[in-house]
């Protein structure tokens, strides 16, 4: 009778660990269509727009006095945004980890964002300013709400699970990012049937990405369980934290390691994700039906790709599998330098390139990061992760808008991205990611 109570509470765990898991996917299905409809596609360049309507005749904005090129002012958004993550994530890391409540602070966050991309409805005439403080908003609540989401997985998936579990989430965001673009896309291309204009279609597409990741947050929030937190000390002020965790990650040297290589090649995907559809409507001269249409093909490709790159790992282990993919990152940018003008067809080569490596390579740097964890710390660990991931990184699309700045050229721009792809892989080839995971005190899976 012990026995059969035994396997029965076994099976129960089992069966809520699943649920939780098929939950926590669904975060990325909220808040994918943020990074795709909103900061990939529609925002840069309306907000770029926005900003050369207010502009004066040199092609200049004045934000707080400061004279800044209309074409730069998206990309310096992007990284005014990373300066309040800064300040928010390592906070709200320790207070997760010290408390257990990872699910309201998630709910807060995520709502946070989802309401102030709502807002970008009202993001019209010369109200550039407007649109720069909702997208830091938005940029940093997404911020806050992805470290606490990123540091469920080594709680709800087992080592060996780890790679597929990461990755089946990716594939859920991007088949999210695709559904909500072929919306966007018909609403857009027939905007005059609807009985609206080009902009009014473009702030339709932004408030909906915002109520769509509020509508379906709800989904993690009812499955997602807490877990108790390790003190109740009380928390430094955000940036003291970050000092304290950094502190801490000198114990674990080579968790510090893997992290400097992924936060450098991540910061080149997230800039190319970033301002990929600002290249080609102002440097290769494509319509918006264009970049919505490859940045559609790059998320029905990266649902492909996160999970061939998931088997793949299994196979070759999730380290192999990331280094092979920056060599595809390599190789696709530069190829992009030369794209001509007002030629799709290439563009659409490009953005079948970016597909087939997107989801994967951060799926799978994900998971790896999960083993390097100390237990008890995922949160606050996380926090750091996140500081470069989906759009948050501040060198590369700061390097992105001084490049034009300087030179007044897209290309020049794009090709600089280059560096942190060459530069992620030499560091990443260095880690040794067994001896790490011993090092942090976790298991070590069969193939990492």
Known sequence: ???????????????????????????????????????????????????????DAGGYVHPLGIPVRAGSFFAYSVSLSVILAVVLMPLVG?????????????????????????????????RYLLGGLLLIVANAAQSVALMLYNSY?????????????????????????SLVLIVNLVLYSAHDSFGLSETEAVRICLAGAGLWWGAFTLVPLRRLRDRGGRTAKATAPGLRQL??????????????????????????????????????SEELGLGQSTLIGAVLMVQVLAVAGALTMGRLARTYGAKRTILGSLVAWTVTLAAG?????????????????????LGGSQAL????????V????????????????RGMSWLGPLLFGITYQLTGSYRSAIISLVAFFVIGFALLARVPVRQAIGEAGNPVPQKI
């Open 337 to 357: 330098y030369f794209l001509p003008a007002e030629a799709p067809v290439w563009f659409f080569a490009l953005a079948a390139g970016i597909g087939l490596v």
């Open 94 to 126: 320790s207070v997760a980890d010290r408390t257990g409540r990872k699910k309201q602070l998630l709910g807060a966050a995520a709502y946070t964002g989802a309401v102030a991309t709502t807002g970008m409805f009202f993001l019209d005439g010369d």
């Open 365 to 372: 740097s994900r998971s790896l990061f999960s083993h390097l």
């Open 153 to 177: 997985l080594p709680q709800i998936a087992p080592p060996e699970e780890r790679d597929t579990i990461s990755s089946r989430g990716w594939a859920f965001g991007y088949a999210s990012g």
């Open 1 to 55: 009778m012990g026995t059969e109570t035994v396997r029965t509470g076994v099976l129960d765990e089992a069966t809520e660990l699943r649920r939780e898991q098929r939950g926590w996917y669904f975060y990325d299905w909220a808040c994918s269509v943020y990074s795709t409809s909103v900061l990939t596609v529609f925002l840069g360049p309306y907000l770029t727009s926005v900003a050369d309507h207010a502009a």
């Open 243 to 280: 000092a304290a965790t950094a502190r801490d990650m000198r114990r674990h040297p080579l968790t510090l390691s893997f992290l400097l290589a992924y936060l450098i090649y991540n910061d080149g995907i997230q800039t190319v994700i970033s301002q990929a559809s600002v290249y080609g």
């Open 374 to 389: 100390p237990p008890g710390k995922e949160a606050e660990y996380f926090a750091a992760y996140e500081m470069s991931d």
